[in-house]
Structure formats: structure tokens, C-alpha cells
């Protein structure tokens, strides 16, 4: 079948001379973000056994960063209502991470209380998305996670930040690069161990990666720096290989490319994890993912989601 | 589902007002292997041609060259594989035969002044050998350089690529064959299309092929994509500052005829990020 002839193709042995050239990092860590980013951003929403089967199953595909869920008020984020239940639900295997999102104290002490070791909190690069989504300038947000962070480092719990729209934003249009390294810089050095790098529209392209990751590389060091592109204009993995030759060695992606735009109906979303999976194999970077398993956990999300997957990957190999 | 001669000839008229400097019009292949494109002739002399835009057909053997220059054409393209076993299923034929075959047009061409582009296909993959290797891909197209084709593109015909492969493909050929001879032909099967481009292009080639709205899906697996989506390789290059000539909007525009004339989606993602939002930033 054609499967097996191309299945060395999924594996990680293709080439270590593409890596070995020093071109690429050795090594990539694959930031799970399906769970949280996905499923918020889909149509419709799964029952929190389902969710919590979706986590165990990402568990045994080699992942070693699984976003589990968001301690957001569910006035705001309704699919996420179950985070209490979906936290204490699922298996927590030894060497993976589960970070969830807190916007702020209390929602650090409902996700701790729940037996969360790992937080994340989400700044914007854009003044006016700050003001959309969560109401209050940049600024503010940043003294609102600096609770977040005394209270985390009293704790011992890592924190990492994101930076929404650092390719540009619905409401502003362009972002400086400056601006972006600005808002990163403060957030680093709040505590967070590492910065999250988003374009949250997709709209950029590997000329204002390039640009963006210039500035911030002044201000943070690329080990600390992750990159979370949407593929909504199709240039996620140009976006990310760009990133990779400059350093950069986390990627945040969706399994099955779950999580549409909200800023764009119809339009996709994250990046499908399979298909960056199947990139870094493909340079011979080592992600310790197991495709095949990541493939058939996709397959799973998508049948109770009833939905087609968005990787290619999963599409080509018949996993529509 | 085949698509009325009315419909093709409006859409390359409409591709021909993009800016885009080469549009591939029709293939003058037998019927009996490819009916969808039997209309070859009224294609070719139902189109506009427009001055500075040039219109290749592609032709298996002489008799299909001789058509296609009856037909009006002046270009032709010829099709060889990197995989022996591709070779055989596809035209039934060795490399070699069909390079003999694509000579007799490249001789007929040089008389008549034609310029002949010669293709290679599986040259990141064979959807039946697996692995290609990449001096192979170098030994084709150097023999299609040698009986004059002006331009090799070099296809990633299942889409398996990726940048790894993309690279040490370049290297082999690029030994061999002058970089401004070089184009790229990358399928999305797999999603790799804009990031081998971008490989490509870093490595110096030039000219990228590519397919309004991704039309063509892969035959050899079903529902998957195939060709890359000029929509979306233009937003990339145009990111990137490189300068092509061809409008964004125009070729959405044509995409979006297209589509609506075959009743279905796009496999554009810039054009479906944009229909939804009315605007591109």
C-alpha cells in the first residue's frame, strides 16, 4: 500500500545531515495546544470525558507539552467550563507538562487548587486587541499577570506568557516588531521562562517572521522563545521554518489543526501538529512525537467533534 | 468532472489579466488517456493571447507537438520521471524511451523555433518506488537540459517533500544544471508546499509553479490536495518582498470563478481567509 512505502518518510531516521549542518536545532519541543487553543476555538463543544480521552491519548504519542485547558470565568469561555473536572481527570504522566491558561489570581488559585503545576498567561503586542478581548490596556494586563506571578513564584510554578498578534492584529493592522519585543521583554522578565510567539491571524509570512524574531532576539534569548503560528493564509510551516533556521527551537501546534479563526468564519486556524511533525521529520529534527499515534489521535478528536481534520498529513494518509 | 471549453477559455482569459507571464494552457494528449483535456484545439484558438504572456501546452510525442503547433502554440512542455516504475505506469515506457520520444519534439521545436520546458516528476518521491534519489533526479533532468529544454521543473509529484529532501534535491541537480534553468513544482499533499518553496527560493531558484485556487487534487490518494495554491504562494513571495507582477486580487478573482464554475470550495487558504473577512491586511 501506499502507506508503507512511505512510512519511513513518518519516522524521525530520514536524514541527521540536514540537522548536523547546524542549519536547524537538533531538537524540537512540540507545545500540544489542541485542548485549550483547539477546542475553544471550535464550533462545536465535546463533553469533558471526551476532552479528558483527547489528553490521555495526546499523553502516549510522545508530546511532552499538552495544554490542557483554561482557568477563564465561563461567562467568557464556555467550552472550557469542565477546566476543574478535565484537570483532575486526566492522566498525569511523568515527564509531560499540563499548563493551563490563568488570566489571573483567582483564576491561579482555581487552577493550582485543581492540581495544575504549570500556568500560562496571555499578553497582546496591540493595544486595541488587549481592549476587545479582555477589556483593560496592556499595561494593566501586565500588572494583573504580575500577581499571577508573585503568587506562581510562592509556589514554585513555572509561567509561561504569550504574545498574541505579533504579526499583526484585526483591529490595528500592522505591529512594530519593537513592539512586539517590548511586551515580550517585560513579560520575561516578570518570571515567565519562556515567551510564546503568536500570530494569532496568520497573516504573516516568513519576511515579517523574520523581522519580528529580529527585534525580540534583542531583548529575550531564542532558548526562551516559542513560536505559535495560525495557518489561516496556509504560511504556518514557511512562518515556522524560518523561525527554526533563526533558532528557535519550541513550536506550538493543534492535532488535527483543531480551532478555526474567530476573526475569519471558515477560516482555519492553528497549525495541524502532524504537519509540523511531519516537516521536522522530514529535516531530521528530533521530537520524540510518534506520528502514527498523533495521526490516530487526531482521527479520534475529529470523529467526536464530527469534523474533517485540517492536517494534510492525516488527509493524504486517508485519515480524512 | 470536466469542465465546459467555455469555462477554460474564460479562465485563462482571466489569468491572462493577473500579470501572471506564463500560463499553461492545455495538454495535446490523446483523448482516450486524458478526456478532460480533449478540447485541446478550441482552447487553444478560443483564448486570447496577450502580449508578454506566454501560453505552453504540453506534448507526449511529435504527433501531439504537430497538433499543438497547428492549434496555434509557441511553447510546448514534455514530461519525464525521476522513477523508472512512474515511467512505466504513467506513459508505459523507460526513462530513456521517453526521452527519445521528447528529443524528436525537441528537434521538431528547435526548427521552428519553440522553446520546450521539460518537466520531471516524483523528484522528492514515487507513490510506487517510495524513495527517489537525488542524483537520479540530477541524471533526467540533466538529460532533458541536454536535448534542449530551456527550463527543468522539478516536481514533488505526491507532495511527500519536505525541506530536508527539497534541499538535497537542489544540490544534486544544481550540479548540474545552471539555477536560472531551475523551477519548482511542489504539490501540498502534505501540507509541505510554501516551505519547500521557501527552501527553494533561498537556494536561488526563480520560478515556481503552481495552481489557481489548488485546482487538482492527487490521484494517488483520495480526497487529499495536490497542486499548491498560487493565491497563497503570491501572499507568501509578496511577504517576503519579492517581486512577481502578478495581482493578488485578479488571481483570487479568477480563483473564485473557477470554483464557483466547478461547485466547490477553494483550497486557497488565502482566499478563504479573505472571502470571510472582506479585506487582506
Request: net charge neutral.
Amino acid at each position: 500500500s501506499p502507506l508503507s512505502l512511505l512510512s519511513p518518510l513518518l519516522s524521525p531516521q530520514v536524514s541527521s545531515a540536514a540537522a548536523a549542518s547546524g542549519a536547524f536545532p537538533k531538537r524540537v519541543k512540540v507545545v500540544e495546544v489542541g485542548p485549550r487553543d483547539g477546542l475553544q476555538n471550535e464550533k462545536n463543544v465535546v463533553p469533558t470525558p471526551v476532552k479528558i480521552h483527547l489528553i490521555n491519548l495526546l499523553s502516549e504519542t510522545g508530546l511532552q507539552v499538552i495544554e490542557a485547558t483554561s482557568f477563564v470565568s465561563p461567562k467568557w469561555v464556555p467550552q472550557m467550563a469542565d477546566h476543574t473536572e478535565v484537570m483532575q481527570g486526566i492522566n498525569k504522566l511523568p515527564g509531560i507538562s499540563y499548563p493551563v491558561l490563568t488570566p489571573n489570581l483567582k483564576g491561579f488559585q482555581a487552577a493550582v487548587a485543581a492540581g495544575a503545576q504549570e500556568v500560562s498567561i496571555f499578553g497582546a503586542a496591540s493595544e486595541l486587541f488587549t481592549k476587545k478581548n479582555i477589556n483593560c490596556s496592556i499595561e494593566e494586563s501586565l500588572e494583573r499577570f504580575g500577581e499571577v506571578m508573585t503568587a506562581a513564584r510562592a509556589a514554585n510554578i513555572p509561567v509561561r506568557g504569550y504574545v498574541s498578534c505579533v504579526l499583526g492584529c484585526p483591529y490595528e493592522g500592522k505591529i512594530s516588531p519593537a513592539k512586539v519585543a517590548e511586551v515580550s521583554k517585560q513579560m520575561y522578565s516578570m518570571g515567565c521562562y519562556e515567551i510564546s510567539l503568536g500570530d494569532t491571524i496568520g497573516i504573516g509570512t516568513p519576511g515579517s517572521m523574520r523581522e519580528m524574531l529580529t527585534a525580540v532576539m534583542k531583548e529575550v534569548p531564542v532558548g526562551a522563545l516559542a513560536v505559535h503560528c495560525h495557518d489561516t493564509y496556509g504560511q504556518a510551516l514557511a512562518n515556522i521554518l524560518v523561525a527554526l533556521q533563526m533558532g528557535v527551537s519550541v513550536v506550538d501546534a493543534s492535532v488535527a489543526g483543531l480551532g478555526g479563526c474567530p476573526y475569519a468564519q471558515g477560516a482555519s486556524g492553528n497549525v495541524a501538529t502532524e504537519d509540523l511533525v511531519y516537516m521536522l521529520n522530514g529535516l531530521g529534527i528530533q521530537t520524540g512525537v510518534d506520528l502514527q499515534k498523533l495521526m490516530d489521535t487526531g482521527t479520534y478528536i475529529c470523529n467526536a467533534l464530527n469534523r474533517r481534520t485540517n492536517s494534510k498529513v492525516s488527509q493524504a494518509c486517508c485519515r480524512l | 468532472v470536466i469542465v465546459p471549453t467555455d469555462t477554460k477559455i474564460e479562465l485563462i482569459n482571466r489569468l491572462s489579466k493577473t500579470g501572471l507571464p506564463a500560463i499553461e494552457a492545455t495538454s495535446f494528449v490523446s483523448s482516450k488517456w486524458v478526456p478532460q483535456m480533449a478540447d485541446h484545439k478550441e482552447v487553444m484558438m478560443g483564448i486570447e493571447r496577450h502580449p508578454g504572456v506566454q501560453y505552453p501546452v504540453l506534448t507526449p510525442n511529435l504527433q501531439g507537438f504537430h497538433s499543438a503547433i497547428a492549434a496555434g502554440a509557441t511553447e510546448v512542455s514534455v514530461f519525464g520521471a525521476a522513477s523508472e516504475t512512474f515511467s512505466k505506469m504513467n506513459i508505459n515506457c523507460s526513462i530513456e524511451e521517453s526521452i527519445e520520444r521528447f528529443e524528436e519534439v525537441a528537434k521538431a521545436a528547435r526548427n521552428m523555433n519553440i522553446p520546450v520546458r521539460g518537466y520531471v516528476s516524483c523528484a522528492l518521491g514515487c507513490p510506487y518506488e517510495g524513495n527517489v534519489i537525488p542524483a537520479k533526479v540530477a541524471e533526467v533532468s540533466k538529460r532533458l537540459y541536454s536535448v534542449g529544454c530551456y527550463e527543468i521543473s522539478l516536481g514533488d509529484t505526491i507532495g511527500v517533500g519536505t525541506p530536508g529532501s527539497m534541499k538535497r534535491m537542489l544540490e544534486a541537480v544544481m550540479k548540474e544544471i545552471p539555477l536560472s534553468a531551475l523551477a519548482v513544482h511542489c504539490h501540498d499533499t502534505y501540507g509541505q508546499a510554501l516551505a519547500n518553496i521557501l527552501t527553494a527560493i533561498q537556494m536561488g531558484v526563480a520560478v515556481v509553479d503552481s495552481s489557481v485556487a489548488g485546482l487538482g487534487g492527487c490521484p494517488y490518494a483520495k480526497g487529499a490536495t495536490g497542486n499548491v495554491a498560487t493565491e497563497d504562494v503570491i501572499y507568501m513571495l509578496n511577504g517576503l518582498g519579492i517581486n512577481t507582477g502578478v495581482n493578488l486580487y485578479k488571481v483570487m478573482d479568477a480563483g473564485n470563478f473557477i470554483c464557483t464554475a466547478l461547485n466547490r470550495t477553494t483550497n486557497s487558504k488565502v482566499a478563504l481567509a479573505s472571502f470571510n473577512t472582506g479585506a487582506i491586511n
